[in-house]
């Protein structure tokens, strides 16, 4: 599972978010915009991972209105993933159960910006963008619709998860963070490394991978935080932040409390040769995502061309 952030050029109109929303409610088989493998068995899936069971779109959200926490994945180039997101999150936008959202694709030093928001930007497209100082290589499309949902309702906090390219700076020159150190045994800190190296394509120097697993370790760390920044009031806090950072093995629900009600859920992307559920998931005591949402591929692309 890459760490890597790509930047990404397929448009995501607000027609094509609609209709796909519409054809979750209605048909288990939407208007899938990512071609590949559309016909896959387990495209449109829902699978409960930890009761090895399938369940409902219906099922899902109720058991997210639950929760202290709800942590939700992406591959960040598909566009499936952002349109199904939505739809989980805006049922409970509407009704009220969200106080908070927070964003791995904003970064701390956007706070100021985002506080200051005027809610009437929430219909402004080009003004939004402007106004948040958003980073282009996260395609702007993909993101608009759930900022504008969430801007359009002023009791819902919007926190940007993410650390600033300075901190990053210092983190990869300096040792662990004291607020990080302890909290992953030696074990899944191995497997953080291995995970690095591998979404690497092995060509990251192996002095290197140490200041990589830091900084990993500080960004799941600050988007925890983050998410506890919303005060006593009652509701869920949302984070949306790629698949490999909402896992609750090595991953951001690492970093919060050991006694709270934390959901994960994951998009993933079928793939040729993989037709049950149990041939995405890594065995292990700690199931990566409590729930996993399967949709049709992005064009293939080899991310590690870059590396040659």
Not at 20 to 44: F, I
Not at 146 to 172: C, F, H, W
Not at 274 to 296: C, H, I, M, N
Request: glycine share 8%.
């Amino acid at each position: 599972m890459a760490l890597i952030t790509h930047p990404f050029s397929r448009v995501f109109g607000g027609l094509a978010v609609l209709l796909v929303l519409a054809a979750c409610a209605t048909d288990p088989h939407p208007e899938w915009q990512a071609p590949r493998l559309q016909e896959h068995p387990l495209a449109g899936t829902v699978h409960d991972v930890q009761r090895d069971r399938s369940l409902s779109p219906a099922r899902l959200r109720a058991r997210m209105r639950n929760a202290d926490f709800v942590l939700l994945g992406e591959k960040h180039d598909n566009p499936d993933h952002h349109a199904l997101r939505l739809a989980l999150l805006e049922p409970m936008l509407a009704e009220g159960e969200v106080v908070l959202l927070s964003m791995e694709m904003l970064t701390g030093r956007q706070q100021a910006r985002i506080d200051a928001l005027d809610p009437e930007l929430a219909g402004m497209d080009a003004r939004l963008n402007e106004a948040l100082g958003w980073e282009s290589g996260w395609h702007w499309p993909f993101y608009r619709p759930v900022l504008q949902a969430v801007l359009a309702r002023p009791a819902v906090r919007l926190k940007a998860g993410n650390i600033d390219t300075e901190e990053v700076m210092s983190i990869y020159r300096g040792e662990p963070a004291e607020a990080t150190s302890g909290t992953l045994d030696e074990a899944l800190l191995g497997q953080l490394h291995d995970d690095i190296r591998e979404s690497h394509c092995g060509q990251l120097p192996d002095d290197q991978i140490p200041a990589m697993v830091r900084i990993q370790q500080a960004r799941d760390h600050a988007m925890a935080q983050s998410l506890r920044d919303g005060g006593a009031s009652v509701g869920a806090r949302v984070l949306i932040a790629g698949n490999y950072h909402v896992r609750n093995d090595v991953g951001v629900a690492a970093y919060l409390p050991d006694d709270a009600d934390v959901v994960t859920v994951a998009f993933l992307e079928v793939e040729e040769g993989k037709q049950t559920p149990e041939a995405y998931l890594s065995p292990g005591e700690v199931p990566p995502w409590d729930y996993v949402w399967f949709t049709p591929a992005t064009e293939e692309e080899d991310y590690c061309a870059g590396f040659q």
